[in-house]
């Protein structure tokens, strides 16, 4: 079937339809000398006229009865299948890639997902753990999640967790025999788990600190150097050194003894967990999903 013969004859089932050209044309966003045009053209090439008009009605004649009731139920039947073709575009489904650090993706991201993936079967999360700034559009990922600070201006950010807090800690039997440090500058006689990270030429992590407005960046050293904030942990609670981690990551071990704060005035809140992606991106409805459940409804702060 042509492309024109099918518009004609959609044409068609309008007018029969509502029995009107007037009502027809309004339907099919066209005005009535132009749709009155295109039934006379599909008279034409059919070679039988299929609407008697008078001046007060419009009514199939036999062989425009006989078309009516042998095309419309197709058409029907095709506007079905788009109809349901257009539910399963809008059913929840697909793939999410996302990028988090180990921590925002254990404490932040799986607990979101345990809510929303038992009720959608069809959406499927990647999970990448980074410790960098990764280029979500370069590396195809749909979105990150890092400190709201590290977010670039130019791309959408949704807040997913409370301000955070650094913490120095250090295992009991680490401390038993050194003294335990009171400023920042302290830490050069302590052996320090040290974080490579993958930016800035895998540079290792410059533990950062404030107080009273002062800003102290501190290059520590030791005999350890992870790129793992979970190896991390378990290094400082094996008594290897001290380590730099956020606040939530350790308080269970600092609240049941088996790691010791140390420098909790030098660590002030800074932004929370913020999950990114480009204001360009097409969302779609399982995307939507995800960031709805992350996204952070208690107070800042």
Not at 117 to 146: C, F, M, S, W
Not at 148 to 170: F, T
Not at 260 to 269: G, M, Q, T, Y
Request: charge should be positive.
């Amino acid at each position: 079937m042509k492309r024109e013969d099918a518009s004609d004859l959609l044409a068609f089932l309008a007018v029969a339809r509502e029995r009107s050209f007037t009502r027809a044309a309004a339907k099919l966003g066209m005005t009535q000398s132009a749709l009155s045009q295109i039934i006379r053209s599909l008279e034409d090439r059919i070679g039988l006229r299929l609407l008697n008009r008078t001046t007060r009605s419009v009514t199939p004649t036999q062989a425009g009865e006989r078309l009516f009731l042998s095309i419309g139920p197709k058409f029907n039947e095709m506007d079905a299948v788009l109809a349901a073709l257009s539910e399963l575009r809008e059913r929840p489904a697909g793939t999410i890639r996302l990028t988090a650090t180990e921590y925002a993706a254990t404490e932040i991201l799986l607990p979101a997902l345990r809510k929303i993936l038992p009720k959608y079967p069809e959406i499927h999360v990647e999970v990448i753990i980074d410790y960098g700034l990764t280029n979500i559009v370069a590396q195809q990922v749909d979105a990150g999640i890092r400190p709201g600070e590290l977010v670039a201006k130019d791309m959408i950010a949704v807040r997913v967790s409370p301000d955070l807090r650094m913490a120095v800690i250090g295992s009991p039997s680490y401390f038993a025999d050194r003294k335990r440090p009171r400023t920042p500058q302290d830490l050069t006689d302590h052996n320090c788990l040290n974080l490579r990270l993958p930016t800035h030429g895998g540079s290792l992590y410059a533990w950062e600190f404030e107080k009273n407005g002062r800003e102290v960046n501190v290059r520590v050293e030791g005999q350890l150097v992870f790129n793992s904030a979970g190896l991390l942990l378990e290094g400082a609670l094996k008594g290897f050194g001290l380590a730099y981690l956020t606040e939530g990551h350790v308080q269970p071990y600092v609240s049941r003894g088996q790691l010791v704060r140390v420098l909790s005035d030098w660590c002030p809140p800074f932004s929370g967990y913020h999950l990114y992606y480009p204001s360009r991106r097409q969302v779609s409805p399982a995307f939507s999903l995800i960031v709805d459940a992350l996204r952070f409804r208690g107070q800042v702060g």
